[in-house]
């Protein structure tokens, strides 16, 4: 397993995060901490989930997979913002009512005294940004929380939020959570470099796009209803752009002999501004599947293809600010 510094904190973080979410809804508890225990074996030391997540199962699962001796050695990350009260009028949101609250539930589930990283999973613009960060600020002071973090924010929500905590002397977000993988690389507008300028650890997830990724999907057939891409956010993925580019990334897996997900992984690895992919999975064979691609090696000219084959999933806005690094520079306009 390889680690890599945290951003702007002290800690260093295992290239693969557990990403749990699926537990409830596909696994069997017993297979969930198996491919807990199976993580923690193969070096990974960060877990992700959320409240939201089974509606607190997936906190409950970890909570009896992680004996304190396991606890203390893996940096745990969780999630607030749903509602899980039907009816309360103040459950949900970035309130200081809520977070207190749902921070106090989600240790009860994990059966820990503290979350590693807190992380705001959606933003609430109903509630003042200094009443949630004040409200942050006060459970790492009292030790409750170690770091504080955003998940599928905006740059310019990142950006305010930095402002208002660097105005008052607040702890600072130190991490983002978003999606990313060959076929979605509209972050790389704005979020990416506002993460490299700031030094905000970034944590991917959806690598494989739902599955279209590990080429399971093919063009002209039909898509089982109870797979993930029968959604409607990912089937509008599957495009002739999105085949075709299979089809090119299909004969690279080929030359080196490794799998389309594992190819797809590898890329994401080799993005020095992604410090750790976030893995999921509805059965054990789609996490074990991915652990070896830490020792695949592909060629920078492969890759460097794959960014081309795929530049036209990122979204440019202005002509004068090009975005993949290494493009002619911007135009003078001064």
């Given amino acids: 397993m390889e680690y890599v510094k945290f951003g ?169 959570q978003c999606r990313y993988n060959i076929i979605d690389r509209v972050i790389e507008n704005e979020t990416i470099p506002f993460c490299k300028r700031f030094n905000i650890a970034m944590m991917t997830y959806g690598p494989l796009a739902g599955g279209i990724l590990t080429g399971r999907y093919k063009r002209g057939e039909s898509i089982p209803e109870d797979s993930r891409v029968a959604g409607v956010s990912f089937r509008k993925m599957l495009t002739n752009e999105v085949f075709d580019l299979l089809d090119e990334m299909g004969k690279i897996s080929e030359r080196y002999n490794i799998p389309l997900n594992r190819l797809s992984v590898v890329w994401l690895l080799s993005k020095s501004y992604v410090t750790s992919v976030i893995l999921g999975g509805s059965k054990p064979e789609h996490y074990e599947s991915i652990y070896p691609a830490l020792e695949d090696h592909i060629d920078e000219e492969d890759l460097q293809k794959i960014d081309e084959l795929s530049e036209k999933f990122c979204y440019q806005p202005f002509s004068n600010q090009p975005i993949k690094e290494g493009a002619p520079k911007a135009q003078n306009w001064f």
């Fill in 8 to 176: 702007n904190t002290g800690i260093k973080v295992s290239r693969f995060c557990l990403g749990v979410m699926d537990f409830p809804s596909r696994l069997e508890k017993n297979k969930s901490i198996e491919i807990i225990l199976k993580a923690l074996d193969k070096g990974i030391n960060f877990i992700d989930t959320a409240d939201a997540y089974g509606r607190g199962l997936c906190e409950e699962i970890l909570g009896e997979a992680l004996t304190p001796e396991k606890r203390k050695k893996v940096i745990l990350t969780t999630k607030f913002l749903v509602k899980m009260e039907k009816n309360n009028l103040n459950s949900g949101g970035c309130s200081r009512y809520h977070i207190i609250r749902a921070l106090e539930e989600s240790l009860k589930r994990l059966k820990t005294d503290y979350i590693d990283l807190y992380l705001l999973h959606h933003p609430d613009p109903n509630t003042p940004a200094e009443e949630t960060l004040s409200t942050l600020d006060s459970l790492v002071k009292q030790g409750k929380v170690r770091y504080l973090g955003v998940s599928n924010h905006y740059a310019w929500q990142m950006a305010h939020m930095l402002g208002v905590s660097a105005l008052h002397n607040w702890e600072p977000i130190v991490a983002i």
